[in-house]
């Protein structure tokens, strides 16, 4: 076993320490083995009857390239000469040694020791140290020996021209400081540091201004390689601060949850996020730069900037240049400071869904023209931010509290009869119920003791100093409601242009203004369809009570909403009770499974919070593998009954644009395509006020159109193209400074601006204007708009099911690109859904993959091999033959640096240091052959193969060529010689037969 290696400056043959104390000695070039060795027998003293152990260490004199130290574990240090091959000095000590390093005079040396010890020994005086040290040790009294300590795994000597020397170690603390972090110890004359470190020190290397070990060493940084991270430390300032990492190497942080990437952003971005994420630099920190460099960047084909937002479980969102293929952290958010923090366990997050990572982000929502950023947690949080380059204090955080709940029928009278239900959208309009009623949300626990109006964090109430980035516009919290926890977010939607979010999740829809701070829209899932709902559906299991509720908390009335106006549509009027026989036997019904539903309802939520955290799919998106053709129902757990089943069904998808809303349409208009679980697309028109002033006064009216789509599967994506065929992306507002005081010319302006609508204009002919094309699990399907006819349909997968799907620009044209379970990706053009590509990529292993699966622009895509790694990769046939040159390059050949000058003394008297020819020593010609059964020597990847992955342009090419015609030029040889032997063996053969026909010529037969 190879216990130590030791490669001089250089040199191409290599030292190798073994287990058994032996050296050998290895040329690097051809990987053969020198017959030179040195055994352990003749390297100790001849009168030592024991083994002095592996080797530890193996270094030659500075000086002298002829005089090797050699280290065995035991205590013992040898000086060799491997010109006389003998030893000059033996050094013996009592402690076992660690590590060995040289002064640059070569005339001392320095050991570490088990016991905490450094010695330190001349050269020409053996017997004993120069000097012993314990740097950690406690100086007793009346000059006795200090304490043990903890071993000294490694030193460094290295000199300066202007003061001390540097001794450098990790390890030897003293014993009895139990529980003390890890510490790397820097002795510079006559003063100690003592650098504790987050992680186990694995090693350290000390850069130095030159790699000549014979000249002084002017060390400038300390490289510290822990378990989980990668530390500098800069020598040259005062208290040695270290060096800012530029690299994404805290790659053990916490955990990455979601992820989102964009490709072709606006150029002005990633130089924005850059500089506010230059700004987060912490104090303490090395004011030079990073002193590690080498590399060189490939020819980079690829112009446009690329973006990767990552959201992690403890809140944090960062977002990484990922341009070609680099990947360089620009910007850190932490959402989670927003929140207070449980300081004991009783002072927990009032969530049961959660019980660990609280703030974990589950959905990202990002608009980059505008920057407007929304993010979804895993305890039923959204947070609005807005991009500003300027500093600045929220006195107070603006919040809002939602109770999303969809249940009708659940408030029974005193004498048992059921309460009318809640009435069902209608085709009218009523501007009065376009903003829901607020609620009180002072009481934290309803009248049977359950927890109730109160969301699962708490939000700072003290004043919020915001750096420049990303600041909290708006967070929004879904509340508990009769001691049920809220349901997670399945999907979230933000449009700057309009001043509108819009999440949902398995119980309904919410739709929030974040510019006049109020909630606009609050209706269950199944109010959505009004009384066009296929399925006719009815409640899920009732109450006994039912809480006062509505929607936002902007202005919150003294009194209680009546119950019937809880989740009333925006549209709908009075309604009228329906006390029919058929909802009478329901409500029965109901009655009976009551206590069972609650227990599942439990079940449920406990399982969706247990797979939130391991990063698999919600209940509600679980795709269904035995959909029947002719129904639109999906799966659930066995634990969840038949009505609750159909009554949960979740917003899986959100768009907002511009388009045609109804058949008789002559006009586009802003509105929200909502996507369900069930395969359902409804469309909710909305009325906006004029932009300015009437914008933050007027209220948003928010109708149903009453149009209804339906397709098989969980609806996952929904975009729009033009005549041309061209994606319409949604409509957005430019990006502004909003912290900056303006004049009142700016205001003037401002007031006039209008958001940008990439709409088509009216004057294009009104018939068949735009497509839409919606993606669902099982398929795609292009309608035109405003006719609502389906002119192609694509059954994307018959015995599987679409994990992630997006409609994505490449090429200069638009095309549907998707990820199936069964691990095929697939692309299909658009407008005509014809099938572009079907390749076999990746098996869905974990729910990991199904869950950060993304597709971006110009045929890029990701996804999280495992909580810290992201794996890209391309279905573009440009960037296939472009990749090797965009790759790069690892190590750049540089020029030696100059030798030390000797001057003229030492090199009159040979003071200076004295070469050895290597090769003459350890070559076959002087050492001869090693025994082939001490080592073997394993071919590596140095083929065409290999020339292939490691060149790139014409040079690979002429490489690979050249590489071809030696191989060839060998197998000639070998065929030539094999050849020349054969010819030798049939001479041969031709001679032996020629003398035994002489031999036996004249002889008679019976004289055989």
Same mark, same amino acid.
């Given at each position: ?201 694995v090693d350290f290397l000390t850069l130095c201004e030159t790699p000549y070990p014979n000249d002084f060493q002017e060390p400038y940084a300390v490289v510290v ?191 048992? &009869?059921?309460?009318?239900?809640? %009435? *069902?959208? /209608?085709? $009218? +309009?009523?501007?009065? =119920?376009?903003?829901? !009623? ?125 119950? &019937?106006?809880?989740?009333?549509? %925006? *549209?709908? /009027?009075? $309604? +009228?009770?329906?006390? =029919?026989?058929?909802? !009478? ?424």
């Open positions: 076993r190879i216990t130590f290696c030791h490669l001089p400056f250089q040199s191409k043959w290599l030292y190798v320490g073994t287990e058994r104390g032996n050296i050998h000695i290895v040329n690097v070039e051809s990987f053969t083995l020198s017959g030179y060795v040195i055994m352990w027998n003749k390297a100790i003293e001849l009168s030592s009857k024991s083994h002095p152990g592996p080797i530890v260490h193996i270094s030659d004199n500075p000086m002298d390239e002829g005089k090797l130290l050699i280290g065995f574990e035991s205590g013992t240090v040898v000086l060799w000469d491997l010109k006389s091959k003998k030893a000059d000095y033996r050094y013996t000590h009592d402690e076992a040694i660690h590590s060995v390093a040289w002064h640059h005079e070569g005339k001392q040396f320095i050991c570490s020791h088990s016991d905490g010890t450094l010695t330190i020994w001349n050269v020409k005086s053996p017997t004993k140290p120069f000097q012993t040290i314990t740097p950690h040790g406690k100086q007793l009294k009346d000059g006795k020996k200090p304490e043990p300590c903890k071993p000294i795994l490694k030193v460094e000597y290295k000199t300066t021209r202007a003061g001390e020397p540097f001794i450098i170690l990790s390890g030897g603390l003293s014993y009895d400081t139990v529980g003390r972090r890890p510490c790397l110890t820097v002795m510079h004359g006559k003063s100690t540091a003592v650098l504790e470190m987050d992680y186990s020190i390689l822990l378990e989980k991270d990668l530390v500098l430390i800069d020598l040259a300032q005062n208290g040695y601060p270290i060096f800012e990492n530029p690299y994404p190497l805290t790659i053990h942080e916490s955990p990455v949850t979601c992820c989102e990437y964009f490709a072709d952003c606006p150029v002005d971005l990633i130089p924005a996020l850059y500089s506010v994420g230059a700004r987060q630099k912490r104090q303490g920190y090395s004011k030079k730069e990073w002193p590690i460099s080498g590399g060189n960047w490939g020819l980079i084909a690829q112009s446009y900037p690329e973006i990767i937002i990552t959201g992690h479980a403890d809140g944090s969102i960062k977002f990484w240049d990922a341009s070609a293929i680099t990947l360089q952290v620009l910007y850190k958010l932490k959402t989670a400071k927003v929140f207070e923090k449980s300081r004991n366990k009783d002072d927990r997050p009032n969530t049961d869904i959660v019980d660990e990572d609280p703030y974990a982000i589950q959905i990202i929502s990002w608009c980059p023209e505008s920057r407007m950023l929304c993010i979804a947690g895993v305890s039923a949080h959204v947070i609005i931010y807005r991009f500003s380059k300027q500093e600045v204090t929220t006195e107070v955080i603006p919040m809002l509290e939602v109770r999303l709940l969809y249940e009708i029928n659940d408030v029974e009278s005193p004498d048992g &009869e059921q309460v009318p239900p809640l %009435p *069902t959208p /209608g085709t $009218g +309009s009523n501007p009065q =119920s376009i903003v829901p !009623q607020s609620h009180p949300s002072t009481s934290s626990s309803s009248s049977d003791g359950l927890r109730d109006n109160v969301p699962c964090l708490k939000v700072k109430n003290s004043p919020l100093k915001q750096s420049p980035g990303y600041q909290i516009e708006l967070v929004i919290q879904l509340v508990w409601v009769s001691g049920e926890p809220p349901q997670q977010i399945t999907s979230l939607a933000v449009n700057s242009a309009y001043g509108l979010v819009v999440f949902g999740n398995c119980n309904g829809i919410a739709m929030v203004d974040y510019l006049q701070k109020t909630v606009l829209l609050n209706l269950g899932t199944i109010e959505l369809y009004g009384s066009n709902d296929p399925y006719r559906r009815e409640p899920r299991s009732p109450r006994k009570t039912r809480q006062p509720s509505g929607a936002g908390l902007c202005d919150i009335n003294e009194g209680t909403t009546v119950p &019937e106006d809880r989740c009333k549509s %925006p *549209t709908s /009027g009075s $309604g +009228s009770p329906n006390n =029919s026989d058929d909802d !009478q036997k329901m409500n029965n019904f109901i009655e009976k499974v009551k206590t069972k539903s609650r227990k599942f309802s439990k079940m449920v939520a406990n399982d969706i919070a247990k797979m939130s955290r391991k990063l698999s799919l919600p209940t509600e998106l679980k795709p269904d593998l035995d959909v029947k053709d002719n129904s639109f129902s999906r799966s659930r757990s066995s634990s969840v009954t038949s009505i609750d089943k159909e009554s949960r069904e979740a917003i899986s998808a959100l768009h907002f644009c511009e388009t045609f809303t109804r058949k008789a349409d002559t006009s586009p208009s802003p509105c929200l395509w909502v996507g369900t679980t069930l395969g359902t697309v409804l469309v909710i028109v909305l009325n906006l006020p004029p932009a300015g002033e009437q914008r933050l006064l007027q209220p948003v009216i928010v109708s149903p159109s009453g149009t209804i789509l339906r397709l098989k599967g969980a609806i996952l994506r929904m975009a729009f193209l033009d005549t041309t065929g061209s994606l319409v992306p949604p409509a957005h507002e430019p990006w502004r400074e909003h912290n900056v005081p303006e004049d009142k010319d700016e205001k003037d302006k401002s007031k006039k601006r209008r958001p940008v609508s990439v709409s088509p204009s009216s004057s294009q002919e009104i018939s068949e204007n735009q497509y839409a094309v919606i993606c669902s699990e099982k398929q795609a399907k292009v309608i035109s708009l405003p006719s609502q006819n389906c002119i192609y349909k694509q059954n994307i997968t018959e015995t599987s099911f679409v994990l992630r799907g997006d409609i994505v620009s490449l090429s200069n044209s638009v095309c549907l690109a998707c990820f199936c379970a069964n691990g095929h990706i697939m692309t299909f053009s658009l407008p005509s859904l014809r099938p572009l590509l079907d390749v076999y990529y990746l098996p869905l292993t974990n729910m990991r993959i199904a869950r950060t699966f993304c597709f971006t622009n110009n045929g890029q895509a990701l996804y999280l091999v495992s909580p810290t790694e992201i794996q890209r990769l391309t279905y573009s046939q440009e960037t296939c033959e472009n990749l090797q040159e965009m790759l790069g390059e690892l190590f750049t050949p540089v020029e030696t640096p100059e030798a030390p000058n000797r001057g003229f003394f030492k090199g009159l008297f040979g003071g200076g240091a004295q070469s050895l020819d290597r090769e003459e020593l350890f070559g076959e010609s002087a050492s001869g052959k090693a025994s082939r059964s001490l080592a073997q020597h394993i071919p590596g990847p140095g083929g065409i193969e290999g020339v292939k992955g490691a060149a790139s342009g014409v040079v690979g090419e002429l490489a690979r060529a050249r590489l071809a015609l030696d191989e060839r030029g060998q197998k000639l040889g070998e065929l030539e010689e094999k050849t020349a032997a054969m010819l030798y063996s049939a001479d041969s053969f031709s001679k032996h037969a020629h003398e035994m026909m002489l031999k036996y010529k004249d002889k008679k037969w019976y004289q055989f």
